[in-house]
């Protein structure tokens, strides 16, 4: 999945799509990757009466026609709904400075900031220190040095970031999950 995200990050399409875009595909690749990935094999496993002697009611099953119903409802939320929503949610989670930076930035011309006046995530150290890129637009500064990405600030009071430089490792996502995991089991149990 993040080899997947680095090569859609490093994409033109990406870097030009506009901030409230990305938080809303991203939201939509998550529903669909942690919704519609277990929900689709447990749809499976019913279908083909695969794992019976696990099940707990043997022989009962909610209607097809509410299995039916509940999934064009989802499709429907998923499709037209939450895209609906991605700009005022966006817009609501950006709202204001707290949160590790907010919507300032700094009133400078440069050519790393996108439309709306946020910094681009494609911003390089060899920019912030004011080298030149060669012109062989392969990431590479003056003399042939490697550039790397530099994280962008956290916007609103969520802290909203879209660059890979500012991603969590692995071990902080495994971590953060598991703690999540066991939260909600000794909440249910």
């Known amino acids: 999945m993040g080899a997947a995200y680095s090569k ?19 939201n939509l690749v998550a529903h669909l990757v942690a919704y519609w990935g277990p929900n689709l094999l447990l749809l499976l496993v019913a279908k083909f009466n695969w794992l019976l002697r696990y099940k707990i009611q043997k ?21 037209v ?4 929503l ?3 949610l966006y817009k609501l ?9 907010g919507n300032k930035q700094p009133a400078d011309s440069s050519s790393n900031k996108s439309k709306d006046g946020q910094q681009d995530a494609t911003a390089s150290v ?3 220190r004011g080298e030149q890129n060669d ?14 990405p530099v994280a962008t600030k956290p916007r609103g009071w969520a802290g ?7 991603a969590p490792s692995v071990w902080t996502m495994v971590w953060q999950v598991c703690a999540c995991v066991c939260a909600r089991a000794g909440a249910v149990g």
């Open 8 to 26: 859609l990050a490093e994409s033109d399409r990406w870097k030009r799509a506009p901030e409230w875009q990305k938080f809303g595909f991203v």
């Open 59 to 79: 022989g009962s099953a909610p209607p097809a026609e509410l299995v039916r119903a509940a999934c064009a409802e989802n499709v429907l939320t998923d499709l």
């Open 81 to 84: 709904g939450f895209p609906l």
């Open 86 to 88: 991605a700009y005022p």
């Open 93 to 101: 989670l950006t709202f204001g400075g707290g949160g590790g930076g």
């Open 126 to 128: 060899a920019e912030k």
């Open 135 to 148: 012109g062989n637009n392969d990431g590479t500064a003056g003399g042939g040095r490697k550039v790397a």
């Open 160 to 166: 909203l970031q879209f660059d890979s430089a500012s």
